[in-house]
């Protein structure tokens, strides 16, 4: 008996699913472990450690063993941080927040997704694309971009579109992460404008709970909480999206399963703040929670940082990137603004 086959033996009774994942959630949390302790001894912010360090392995995630194991980690134990996060967030922090910041966050999509049917009729580009990315951008990566996908009338590049989207928003999202804490810095934001403008402005969760706490803990929670709130705007867009388009013809047979409107993780995240808001989460879970949350967030970083290709991104065309790159930057603008406006700034 080979050893591989004494070893499946030995662990007969664990479910298969865990020899599939575990070497890519091995070799995550082992980088992980390496960017706390580059943090713990040097100072390094440590989820931009884990978002470098991840990157570096990226290797890893185009071919081999790792490769599922990697996809677990970038979706559902990041996920699993994100919603862990809840445990120290309570309903004080959404009244803090106010009227006018939600307001602003709202104003912000609706905007965002007005300038990307502009820009894209400029650039000589479909209405398809333009509400793909305008959509992702404005609320929440990745997620919005599948989501979105899923009611969009279909035709021979909804396809190549979506995949496009999802590179280019996570690249994005990458920069952002690295890039907009030194502008916040410059900018003299303090940790509650820093965290409107990373929740407000940054497309995936990921890469806001990275920049956030790379900044301070207050910058974080913020962060999350903004991001969070944007998330939760993915249902009805995704709605009136649908309704405008009902009458659009699609091809037979595309009746798929859709994505639920409403992620659950956020779910998750929004019950834990509430139990939390209530009092009913003890003290000692709640620190156990937060623990790992932390460690959670820093193994989906690095599976992030690991599936992040700076070359593909390129494969739609200029066009393509200059209006994803505009309406990043229009986001990043109005909601600067509105800080400016609202005061925080």
């Excluded at 440590?46 to 071919?63: N, V």
């Excluded at 279909?154 to 190549?160: A, D, G, H, P, V």
């Excluded at 593909?312 to 400016?340: K, M, P, W």
Aim: hydrophobic share 55%; glycine share 10%.
């Amino acid at each position: 008996m080979t050893f591989a086959a004494s070893v499946q033996d030995r662990f007969r009774g664990v479910p298969s699913g865990f020899f599939t994942y575990w070497p890519g959630f091995a070799v995550a949390a082992a980088v992980a472990v390496a960017a706390q302790f580059l943090s713990d001894h040097y100072g390094a912010p440590a989820m931009l450690m884990a978002l470098l360090l991840g990157i570096a392995f990226h290797f890893l995630s185009e071919e081999g063993r790792c490769v599922a194991g990697i996809d677990f980690c970038a979706k559902k134990v990041l996920r699993i941080g994100v919603a862990l996060l809840g445990m120290r967030i309570s309903v004080d922090l959404l009244i803090g927040l106010g009227a006018s910041t939600i307001l602003l966050l709202v104003s912000a999509i609706a905007a965002t997704i007005g300038f990307g049917l502009i820009a894209a009729r400029l650039l000589g580009r479909g209405w398809r694309l333009a509400l793909l990315t305008s959509g992702s951008v404005a609320i929440c990566g990745a997620s919005a971009a599948m989501a979105i996908a899923a009611v969009l009338p279909k035709n021979e590049f909804s396809e190549r579109n979506l995949i496009f989207t999802v590179l280019s928003v996570t690249v994005l999202s990458t920069l952002a992460m690295i890039a907009y804490p030194i502008l916040a810095q410059t900018l003299g934001l303090d940790a509650r404008a820093t965290g409107i403008f990373f929740g407000g402005t940054i497309h995936d969760v990921a890469q806001v709970v990275g920049a956030g706490f790379s900044v301070s803990p207050e910058a974080g929670e913020t962060a999350t909480l903004v991001k969070l709130i944007r998330v939760t705007t993915l249902a009805p867009v995704v709605l009136i999206f649908s309704l405008a388009l009902r009458n659009v013809p699609q091809p037979e047979g595309e009746t798929g399963k859709r994505p639920p409107l409403l992620p659950g993780f956020v779910v998750a995240f929004l019950i834990f703040a509430a139990l939390n808001s209530l009092g009913l989460i003890p003290e000692m879970a709640a620190k156990a929670g937060t623990e790992a949350s932390r460690w959670a967030l820093l193994a989906g970083i690095v599976a992030v940082g690991m599936r992040t290709s700076l070359r593909r991104v390129l494969d739609v065309g200029g066009d393509a990137v200059a209006l994803v790159v505009a309406e990043t930057v229009f986001i990043g603008l109005f909601i600067l603004v509105g800080i400016h406006y609202l005061g925080h700034a």
